[in-house]
């Protein structure tokens, strides 16, 4: 498990999160990763419904059906699938909530409020951006060479050049654009979760 | 993955796509490893083209005021940014101990050739105009003919699999008896196999059985996903399941009959590693004959 931590719930016991983790494995030894696949969907679940807490409902989530787990009480196969329903539950739980809160009079409130993008204008200081830098430069570093040569060689080049590059990207490496585009977006999601981190990191007092 | 889906990929992300199909593809985002990583690969294309300035009209509305909506995407779409700077930082790093470019002189513009550049200038707007029409023109026509091609390819390859089996001298190999399921041995798609198995089903097949040859067998589990070619739409998956040991390893499929009406079709497998992590495998075609 790389940048990303596992949460624990203030509920969850550590032998709860163990057998969370083996049964998401389905029998593999993922060493974590399986989880923390399933909450960054989950978390883009929420978040494409417009929840500002989508970090709290997937861990939510998932401290559910550990808990159901333990109660052996799941039925439902595979574990994805399961997931899956008690995200539901735990999103129509959320929207309730918010109105039985009294804030049916601002639906937006707990929603995600539109934003256009002449209001997207980056306002972070010269500070911030050179920590996003400093830390996109680590995590970059941090990669296996061969992925971080993968990855700048496959962003590199725009319009035409773009295509013609990662054709010939695919051609060497002997696999489909489909297949490389797959295996850039997972280095690219590993990056990602990285500069995230550090940058949360770097930001705590 | 076919243009009509990266459409209705970017319609579920953009929040256009009609509820029924949003519902099916929440679902799908979080239970179908294929899906998810399909998404993802979208949704960096989709940030990306954004980042480029390749977005237009109703689509770059849509992004945002829409997907620009939530904090987590604009970090998503700064870190893309960040990302394209430092792609683009080693490409534009001269590379090491090359000698210094030979720059030629900028071409001088005399009086004289002033009047022409000017009138060139003017051309090329109308000359670009003329290549428009002419690239949209020419679309229109294609699409007409892509519709007649489609629907005189299943036809073509069930006669090109006939002709594949006289010609290896296999005639009436997979011919099932009638009632028992078909066994069908695809290897996999690449430029040194063309060849198309044909599949010839009993009408009262409950089932239709499937190995898929491997070369070598580096994944624990594997998962295949049945699509209809001229279609594009998935219409089976098989759960992950391992591979025989046996020389060559097969991964053994048992598809429902019912799903294989006649037409072309390509599984396509997924290994996962001990990670979790899915890759994709090979491909393998078929076509379910008429007869």
């Not at chain 1, 539109?114 to 830390?135: G, H, S, Y």
């Not at chain 2, 904090?71 to 210094?100: G, I, N």
């Not at chain 2, 294609?142 to 091609?149: A, F, I």
């Not at chain 2, 409950?206 to 070598?216: R, T």
Request: aromatic content about 6%; charged content about 30%; some cysteine.
């Amino acid at each position: 498990m790389s940048q990303e931590s596992l949460k624990e719930d203030r509920g969850l016991t550590q032998r709860a999160l163990q057998r969370l983790l083996e049964w998401l494995d389905q029998g593999m030894e993922s060493e974590g990763s399986a989880y923390l696949e399933m909450r960054r969907r989950l978390v883009s679940y929420f978040d494409r419904h417009q929840r500002r807490r989508a970090d709290d409902l997937a861990d939510e989530t998932l401290n559910r059906v550990a808990r159901a787990l333990e109660a052996g009480e799941i039925r439902i196969t595979p574990p994805a699938r399961y997931c899956y329903v008690i995200a539901r539950y735990v999103l129509l739980e959320e929207v309730r909530r918010e109105r039985l809160e009294g804030r049916l009079d601002a639906p937006d409130a707990g929603m995600l409020a539109p934003a256009p993008n002449r209001l997207f204008q980056r306002e972070d200081t010269q500070a911030v951006r050179e920590q996003r830098l400093e830390c996109l430069d680590g995590c970059l570093a941090e990669l296996r060479p061969d992925q971080r040569d993968l990855l700048l060689d496959y962003y590199r080049d725009e319009t035409r050049d773009k295509i013609e590059r990662r054709r010939e990207i695919a051609r060497r490496l002997g696999i489909s654009m489909n297949a490389l585009a797959i295996r850039v977006c997972r280095i690219r999601g590993t990056l990602e979760s990285c500069v995230g981190a550090c940058c949360q990191g770097r930001q705590k007092p | 993955m076919t243009d009509h889906r990266d459409r209705e990929l970017v319609s579920y992300l953009l929040g256009t796509l009609p509820q029924d199909r949003a519902d099916a593809f929440d679902e799908l985002s979080v239970t179908d490893d294929a899906f998810a990583a399909q998404l993802r690969v979208a949704e960096d294309d989709l940030i990306d083209a954004f980042v480029c300035g390749e977005l237009t009209g109703e689509t770059l509305a849509q992004f945002e005021t829409a997907y620009l909506s939530s904090p987590r995407r604009r970090e998503r779409v700064t870190f893309a940014r960040e990302l394209r700077r430092a792609a683009r930082s080693k490409r534009d790093a001269p590379p090491p101990a090359m000698p210094e470019p030979i720059v030629p002189p900028p071409p001088v513009v005399t009086p004289a050739a002033r009047p022409v550049a000017m009138a060139m200038r003017a051309l090329v707007p109308a000359l670009l105009a003329i290549v428009c029409i002419a690239l949209v023109v020419d679309r229109v026509r294609m699409q007409g003919e892509l519709d007649r091609v489609r629907s005189e390819i299943t036809e073509l390859a069930s006669q090109f699999a006939d002709l594949l089996r006289l010609h290896n001298g296999m005639t009436g190999s997979n011919s099932p008896a009638p009632g028992s399921p078909a066994l069908l041995a695809l290897r996999p798609s690449s430029a040194a196999n063309l060849d198309i198995a044909r599949l010839d089903l009993d009408p009262a097949a409950v089932d239709s059985a499937f190995d898929l040859l491997l070369a070598s067998n580096p994944f624990p589990a594997y998962q295949a996903e049945l699509t209809d070619v001229l279609t594009s739409e998935r219409i089976w998956q098989s759960d992950w399941i391992a591979a025989t040991t046996a020389a060559p390893p097969v991964v053994a499929l048992r598809v429902p009959a019912r799903m294989l009406k006649p037409g072309f079709y390509s599984f396509v497998l997924v290994g996962r590693g001990a990670s979790g992590a899915s890759e994709p495998v090979a491909i393998y075609k078929f076509v379910r004959s008429a007869r």
